[in-house]
Structure formats: C-alpha cells, structure tokens
C-alpha cells in the first residue's frame, strides 16, 4: 500500500491546516503521527474502517478532526487554531489490523507510511 500526503504548509498560530492522505489499497486502521528534530513520532489521530472508533491524542482533542472517504481510500486530518508546538513533520500512516487505544499511537501498530508533509506554525 502506498501513501501520499498532501496539505502541509505554513500558517501563522491560530490558522487552519487540512492534510489529505490518498491510499493505493485496503487498510483496516489508518492515523496521523507527528515528529520533531530529535523526539520520538507520536500520535496525533488514528481512525478504523467506517470511522465506528476514533483516536485522539490529548493535545489536539477539540481542535483537530480525523476522517476518511472510504470510497477513496483517502483520509484527511483537519487541523484548527493550530499552535507554534504543533510544528512538525506529519506522517500519514495505515494498518491491516485494527487499532485500539493501547496501540493506535504506537509506531509498531503501522504496517505502511507516507513520506511527510511539513505543518509549520508560528
């Protein structure tokens, strides 16, 4: 399965950033992670096929928004009031298994990734 991702940029701390994420193939679980120089990649949202569980990680709850277009093999994160920390390189991520809430932030949960996009906020 081979993912692309789309919509990274820079906007200024309050601003709205939405990132796309097209998948070639059928995945059960996919998510969002995010990385900085020098940290560990961590999770930002995941979501399971038909959407019945979503995934949040506490620092963006109520400002970020995860979905997908199954029919398109396609998932979007739609980011809100955006802050300087969440400046970092957004990896689009997928799963053939399903993910739970022990495992959805966990990079061994992925068995595919996408390159990267930047989110650059100041």
């Known amino acids: 399965v081979q993912l692309v991702e789309s919509g990274g940029g820079s906007v200024q701390a309050g601003g709205s950033l939405k990132l796309s994420c097209a998948a070639s193939?059928?995945?059960?679980?996919m998510g969002w992670l995010r990385q900085t120089p020098g940290k560990e990649r961590e999770g930002v949202a995941a979501i399971n096929r038909g959407g019945i569980r979503t995934y949040y990680a506490d620092s963006v709850k109520g400002r970020f928004t995860i979905s997908q277009d199954n029919g398109k093999n396609t998932l979007y994160l739609q980011m809100n009031s955006l802050k300087p920390e969440d400046t970092a390189m957004y990896y689009c991520a997928a799963s053939y298994d399903d993910c739970f809430s022990w495992s959805w932030s966990r990079r061994y949960q992925y068995n595919f990734w996408g390159q990267g996009t930047q989110v650059t906020v100041s």
């Open positions: 193939g059928y995945t059960y679980c």
